[in-house]
């Protein structure tokens, strides 16, 4: 009877602890989730850009989605006419403990070529523009400040053209958007076009990817 009793006494402390156990993570997790914060970005097709900014380290998230524009919830064929004023960008959750804005910034910047002025490559139009969306002031001025210094320190042939708006409206887009190069590598574009930016993006941020 007593070694019933100790026995139980054992298995009770044991599911005690794992409630324990599971309440801390769980208030860890929450405190985690609510440090994430959000960063909007343009730099032509969403498809590149969301491709680059998933592999970060720090980053939860990269949605693909419209901003910048007077139409409500525009589709893509309604988008790619240039005519609702959006441009293609990512909407990224991110640790800021874990990858800080800046780092945000610089990945940005050196992936794309932000002196093209509504145009990425052979991706023209004003939804492929270089645009930063600011969720607040202490972004707006980050963003306005690598910029100026991008710009002083002539790291391109020309001046940058990037927009930093203030943040309105995200519209996520269609489904088939999302994730959309790691799930159709072999799809022309894929091959040609993205692959090769992912190959460099991977060499010089490789301290930087999951």
Not at 35 to 55: D, H, L, P, R, V
Not at 71 to 79: A, G, H, I, L, R
Not at 181 to 199: E, G
């Amino acid at each position: 009877m007593l070694y019933v009793k100790i026995r139980n006494m054992k298995l009770i402390k044991l599911i005690l602890g794992i409630i324990f156990f599971l309440f801390i993570n769980q208030g860890i997790y929450s405190q985690n989730k609510n440090k994430m914060e959000i960063a909007t970005f343009g730099s032509g097709c969403f498809w590149c850009t969301e491709a680059i900014f998933q592999q970060l380290k720090g980053v939860e998230s990269a949605v693909s989605g419209y901003s910048g524009g007077e139409v409500e919830n525009p589709t893509y064929e309604q988008v790619c006419t240039g005519t609702t004023g959006h441009a293609e960008v990512i909407q990224v959750s991110f640790n800021p403990e874990i990858i800080s804005y800046t780092e945000l910034l610089e990945v940005y910047w050196k992936t794309h070529d932000p002196t093209t002025l509504n145009r990425q490559g052979a991706d023209v139009g004003t939804q492929y523009r270089s645009v930063i969306f600011y969720h607040n002031d202490n972004q707006k001025d980050l963003a306005q400040l690598y910029k100026q210094k991008l710009d002083k320190e002539k790291i391109y042939d020309n001046p940058i053209v990037t927009e930093v708006t203030k943040f309105d409206t995200f519209y996520k887009a269609e489904n088939y958007h999302q994730e959309y190069y790691d799930n159709n590598k072999a799809q022309p574009y894929c091959s040609f076009v993205i692959t090769p930016k992912m190959d460099k993006f991977k060499e010089v941020f490789k301290d930087k990817i999951k």
